[in-house]
């Protein structure tokens, strides 16, 4: 029977080189010279001496052979079909270097048999340790894929595999490639069960690492193991302390327990106590791991988790089941840079060389304690990364230390939260006041003349002031116009950003708190536009979105623009409780809605300058007013002028800086010869009447944006007229020519 389940593991686990690795390496026997004597001499006289040289049997599934020696166990690969019981406990110190038992090695040299075992290589029979232990096994396995008691084992047409109910104790198993203390690479119908793996043990490889199984591709359960995993060199991966990594298997009752995996490379993945990738796995059930460490000191790791490092399937109407597992007492140590990191699972998704896959699995019944230090991005106390999540049920969590919980979520939040926590009340509910009606007006002046100012500013002012969204907003706008609603909606008074939670205050006097995971950026308004001064715009833009770990009703899911109190001295967001719905700007229940807040500690400079922004970015340059060509001209700007650079220094001694606005508004700025800047111009008197000060615009017509400043006009000691702009980031002088 042919099967592309081993690419399917190779695939999602990324095991970069092991492949190239097999094929571009001459694949080597695992049984050594005198070995491969042994077995033509043994195999030639199989018929009529083969009984005496186990302790009894018939090699046969009612009639196993009997093993009581370690050199009886060492014949098993003189017949890699038969089928082997233990009667005694096994000591294997006497073998230096102990090689595995079946080996992988490609069915054949066809593209499509370079994945699959052949069956003369693996062992294909069955192993019944009867409840022995062997003890002191020690392998180093030259062999680039399959390292462990076993090496390669799998079920043929024949019949099933399977290896079971043994005890390993102290061993020390190192490869590359698929290590496994009791079998490096499990493949198909071969089921592992019934194996503890106890005492000190030491489990070392590249990828694909496992306590009791290295890879496996069919069921393993009632396991427990104690080991030390060391994970080497960069692109490490895969490792756990029952298995490194399965593919479309369950892993059930298991039980993993005062182990350690560590891993000192760069960009290294897929570790949990458990297993670290549990590939299309349908269910992990009923399984605990307790007092474990896992270690990722080196840069850009990713997919850590308690129990696992990533799983799940593509199919979110069957995803994968984490049922019954408990987390007790585990410490994740990861670098500032690892991302996806979690106390139960690190993410769901498979990461290739062109795209990331999400996968969705499906926890219940589950609980987890204990402590993540450091990490990056996408770290949680249950979940990672749960952008793949259909549900979470999880009782407790691990402890989050080092970064704060919002630097650890990305995106827009921790900025938002802020270092101590950030309370923003409406925005327009502060600012849409008579109090601050005259600094709206001064911008809007300046841009469509001192008359239309009131009008304008009205006009602005009620277009973000609706009372009207979702589906009632769509059907008064549907003859083209629009507002938009901008304040809190569902009772909502303020939001407190804090950490990864947010507390909403009602407007009813009581409060309730939610904790968010980030579950990446999304776009809202995709595929919608709306007609603006003349010309047809999308809608679209991009939100990072938190989904609230538990049920939040309407605050289920919060989507923040990039804004910033920092950048732009307010918010923007939405809140909901469907995921879908409020990624629709003008349909649906949350059209022509986009809340926006403002720090409820801003300062008066602070709300100047968030009227300015609101006001420059929804002004008309496509032409100058008559009214506000006028002012430009009576105020004075109109003509040539040069900057004054005397005060800043030898270093621009030599530049010429000179500026032009013409009597259409019209500017250019010119450096030694070479235009630097092309924008429209705009002024307005904004104070007392005549004093040579007030508010000056210039919006630029190559970066398509306006800034203001303050100016003043006045006469030197030389009689010239002299032009002095006062901006962020510094103040020139320009004298008339």
């Given at each position: ?204 490889g590249m990828q694909g690492i496992g306590g009791i199984v290295g890879t496996g591709f069919d069921l393993i359960s009632d396991c427990t193991a ?24 369950s892993i059930q009752n298991c039980e993993a327990k005062d182990g350690s995996i560590t891993a000192t490379g760069n960009a290294t993945w897929g ?297 732009t001295y307010h918010i923007e967001f939405r809140y909901g409780k469907d995921l879908e719905e409020l990624q629709g700007y003008l349909v649906g ?149």
């Amino acid at each position: 029977m042919k099967t592309n389940a081993l690419s399917l593991l190779l695939a999602a686990l990324l095991l970069l080189g092991a492949l190239s690795g097999c094929k571009e390496t001459e694949v080597k026997t695992t049984t050594s010279p005198e070995t491969r004597e042994s077995m033509t001499d043994t195999t030639a006289a199989k018929d009529t001496a083969a009984v005496s040289l186990f302790a009894g049997g018939a090699g046969t599934e009612a009639e196993p052979w009997q093993i009581a020696t370690a050199e009886q166990l060492d014949l098993i690969r003189n017949d890699l079909t038969a089928h082997y019981v233990l009667t005694a406990d096994i000591d294997l110190s006497g073998f230096e270097n102990w090689v595995p038992i079946g080996a992988f090695q490609p069915l054949s040299d066809a593209p499509e048999d370079a994945e699959i075992p052949h069956p003369d290589y693996a062992f294909t029979g069955s192993f019944d340790g009867a409840g022995h232990t062997i003890s002191n096994l020690k392998s180093s396995c030259e062999a680039p894929m399959g390292a462990g008691l076993f090496g390669c084992a799998f079920g043929t047409e024949n019949g099933a595999a399977q290896i079971a109910h043994f005890t390993l104790k102290n061993i020390d198993v190192s490869g590359r490639y698929l290590v496994g203390g009791a079998v490096g690479l499990q493949f198909t119908n071969c089921p592992v069960f019934d194996i503890h793996l106890v005492g000190e043990n030491r489990l070392t490889g590249m990828q694909g690492i496992g306590g009791i199984v290295g890879t496996g591709f069919d069921l393993i359960s009632d396991c427990t193991a104690t080991a030390d995993i060391t994970v080497l060199g960069d692109d490490g991966a895969c490792a756990g302390l029952i298995a490194g990594g399965t593919t479309m298997s369950s892993i059930q009752n298991c039980e993993a327990k005062d182990g350690s995996i560590t891993a000192t490379g760069n960009a290294t993945w897929g570790f949990g106590a458990l297993c670290g990738a549990p590939w299309g796995a349908p269910e992990i059930k009923d399984c605990k791991v307790s007092g474990t460490v896992i270690t990722a000191s080196g840069e850009n790791n990713r997919l850590i988790g308690g129990l696992v490092g990533f799983g799940g399937t593509y199919d979110s109407t069957a995803p994968a089941q984490i049922t019954g597992c408990t987390v007790e007492a585990v410490t994740i140590n990861a670098s500032e840079t690892t991302d996806s990191v979690g106390g139960l699972i690190g993410a769901g998704k498979e990461m290739t060389e062109g795209s990331e896959l999400m996968s969705s699995f499906m926890v219940s019944g589950c609980s987890v304690s204990g402590s993540i230090i450091g990490g990056g991005v996408h770290i949680g106390a249950i979940v990672g990364d749960p952008a793949c999540a259909v549900s979470v049920d999880c009782a407790g969590g691990m402890t989050l230390s080092a970064a704060s919980s919002a630097e650890r979520l990305g995106g827009v939040f921790p900025a938002i939260a802020g270092e101590n926590g950030t309370t923003y009340v409406s925005l327009f509910g502060e600012i849409i006041s008579d109090r601050w009606t005259p600094i709206w007006q001064d911008y809007i002046a300046a841009i469509v003349g001192e008359d239309s100012a009131p009008d304008m500013t009205a006009g602005l002012q009620g277009s973000i002031s609706s009372e009207l969204y979702g589906e009632a907003a769509v059907d008064a706008f549907a003859d083209g116009s629009y507002a938009f609603d901008c304040d809190f909606i569902n009772g909502a008074q303020s939001f407190t950003f804090r950490d990864d939670s947010v507390t909403i205050l009602r407007t009813d006097g009581g409060s309730e708190t939610h904790t968010y995971e980030y579950l990446g950026q999304y776009y809202v308004g995709e595929n919608e536009t709306m007609q603006y001064q003349g010309a047809e715009i999308s809608m679209a833009f991009p939100v990072d979105v938190y989904k609230s770990t538990d049920d939040a009703g309407e605050f289920n899911y919060f989507f923040l623009r990039e804004d910033t109190m920092e950048e732009t001295y307010h918010i923007e967001f939405r809140y909901g409780k469907d995921l879908e719905e409020l990624q629709g700007y003008l349909v649906g229940p949350y059209a022509y809605w986009l809340a926006a807040g403002i720090d409820e500690a801003a300062d008066e400079e602070t709300i100047n300058r968030v009227i300015a922004l609101f006001c420059l970015e929804n002004m008309d340059y496509s032409a100058h007013s008559e009214a506000a060509l006028r002012q430009l001209a009576e105020l004075g700007f109109v003509g040539d002028w040069k900057a004054d650079l005397s005060s800043f220094g030898e270093d621009y001694a030599s530049v010429d800086l000179r500026m032009s606005i013409d009597e259409n508004g019209h500017g250019v700025t010119m450096m030694n010869g070479t235009q630097t800047a092309d924008f429209e111009a705009y002024a307005v008197d904004n104070g007392e009447k005549g004093d040579g000060a007030g508010l000056y615009v210039a919006y630029s017509n190559q970066e398509y944006e306006a800034e203001a400043a303050p100016y003043t006009i006045s006469v030197n000691d030389d009689g010239q007229t002299v032009l002095t702009l006062i901006a962020d980031d510094g103040t020139i002088c320009w004298v008339r020519q």
